[in-house]
């Protein structure tokens, strides 16, 4: 599976845009990117996931360059209440077997 | 979606001492999965749990430490043994959306709230 390397944490204000970049230098050809969102005391949520290309949802967006080595998720005018942990994960799909990485610790300061 | 709920929430415990935590899901699924995520620190694997056979459990966690029943397709057990301080964690079960969805090839799962574990 994967490796994935993020930064442990980033600040950022109310309203701004944020973009976590995730690394994954030897993804496999059948891996998807996976992207969780943790708040403190409860389990990890999906927020989105992909395989090339963008990806957007309601919530997020995620880029994903052709050689897949890497992705970034892009959070629009954050707010106060998405400071939370933001894991990315890649694994082929139907796995089950995740490896959470160290994940980004996302601060919104107002 | 699934709406899974974990007991207890909370325990504080003596060492030496077990703890048995319960799953259950609102939705039948085949296969459950237990996590352990120690303070500020991320999540780790610790056994698949698949109803009608025994768990497969992930490299460093045993059966005699973490036992594991899973009676019904909507309902598990963790059971911590012997514990130690060192088992103080935050113990989280989840279920595939590829159950829940009909066959979606999407890698999502659906956490539990989790149960936070003291041991003194």
């Known amino acids: 599976l994967a490796k994935t390397t993020q930064p442990i944490s980033m600040d950022s204000y109310e309203g701004q845009e944020v973009n976590i970049t995730c690394s994954h230098n030897?993804?496999?050809?059948?891996?998807?990117i996976t992207w969780y969102q943790q708040f403190p005391s409860q389990g990890p949520r999906f927020i989105i996931q992909g395989y090339k290309t963008k990806v957007t949802n309601e919530v997020a967006s995620l880029f994903i360059p052709a050689d897949r080595k890497s992705s970034t998720l892009s959070l629009p005018r954050v707010s106060l209440s998405d400071t939370a942990v933001y894991y990315c994960l890649v694994a082929p799909s139907g796995t089950y077997k995740y490896i959470f990485g160290t994940g980004t610790r996302l601060k919104v300061l107002a | 979606s699934a709406v899974i709920s974990q007991k207890p929430s909370r325990d504080i415990c003596q060492r030496g001492t077990s703890l048995t935590i319960q799953c259950q899901v609102d939705s039948q699924v085949t296969m459950m999965f237990w996590y352990r995520q120690q303070p500020g620190q991320s999540l780790t694997l610790i056994a698949t749990?698949?109803?009608?056979?025994?768990?497969?459990?992930e490299s460093g966690f045993v059966i005699d430490k973490f036992p594991i029943s899973r009676p019904n397709l909507t309902f598990s057990t963790l059971t911590v043994s012997n514990m130690s301080p060192e088992d103080s964690s935050i113990y989280l079960c989840?279920?595939?959306?590829?159950?829940?969805?009909?066959?979606?090839?999407?890698?999502?799962?659906?956490f539990g709230p989790g149960t936070r574990l003291t041991v003194l």
């Open positions: 989840s279920v595939e959306n590829r159950e829940l969805a009909g066959g979606s090839s999407y890698n999502e799962q659906f």
């Open positions: 030897n993804i496999a050809t059948n891996d998807y």
């Open positions: 749990a698949n109803q009608g056979s025994e768990a497969t459990y």
